[in-house]
C-alpha cells in the first residue's frame, strides 16, 4: 500500500507561483514513477506531468510545458510541481499519483489515469485573473 498526501495548494493570482508536494509513504517510493493530474469542476481528469522511476525522465502536457516543473527527492519521499506563470485555465483539484510498474514506457502511456495504482485526495489551486 501507498499513501499519497498533496499539499501546497491555495489561491493565487494570474502570472502567480505555487509549489505542490506529493510525500509518499512507503520504502519503494523510489522505483514508482509518480504523475500530477489535475480536474477542473464539469471536466474530466487530465494529465499533467509525469517523471519516471527509473532515469527521472519527464514528461508534460502541452498546455503546462515551458510553466510547469516536475521533481522529486527520493530521501524525502515527495515529488513536487513547480508551477509558474499560472493561468485561470489552471484553475483545478491537484492530483498526484503513483505508478508501481516496474517496467518503464513513454508519454501515452503515464498520460491515462488508468496507468496510475495509487492516488492523493487532491489539493486545490485557483488562479484569479
Known amino acids: 500500500q501507498v499513501q499519497l498526501v498533496e499539499s501546497g495548494g491555495g489561491f493565487v493570482q494570474a502570472g502567480g507561483s505555487l509549489r505542490l508536494s506529493c510525500e509518499a509513504s512507503?520504502?519503494?517510493?523510489?522505483?514508482?514513477?509518480m504523475g500530477w493530474f489535475r480536474q477542473a469542476p464539469g471536466k474530466e481528469r487530465e494529465f499533467v506531468a509525469a517523471?519516471?522511476?527509473?532515469?527521472?525522465?519527464?514528461y508534460y502536457d502541452d498546455s503546462v510545458k515551458g510553466r510547469f516543473t516536475i521533481s522529486r527527492d527520493n530521501a524525502k519521499n515527495t515529488v513536487y510541481l513547480q508551477m509558474n506563470s499560472l493561468k485561470p485555465e489552471d484553475t483545478a483539484v491537484y492530483y498526484c499519483?503513483?505508478?508501481?510498474?516496474?517496467?518503464?514506457?513513454?508519454?501515452?502511456?503515464?498520460?491515462?489515469?488508468?496507468?496510475?495504482?495509487?492516488w492523493g485526495q487532491g489539493t486545490q489551486v485557483t488562479v484569479s485573473s
Open positions: 499519483a503513483a505508478d508501481t510498474s516496474p517496467l518503464s514506457y513513454g508519454l501515452s502511456y503515464y498520460a491515462s489515469p488508468n496507468r496510475y495504482d495509487y
Open positions: 517523471i519516471r522511476w527509473r532515469d527521472g525522465t519527464t
Open positions: 512507503g520504502r519503494t517510493f523510489s522505483r514508482h514513477t
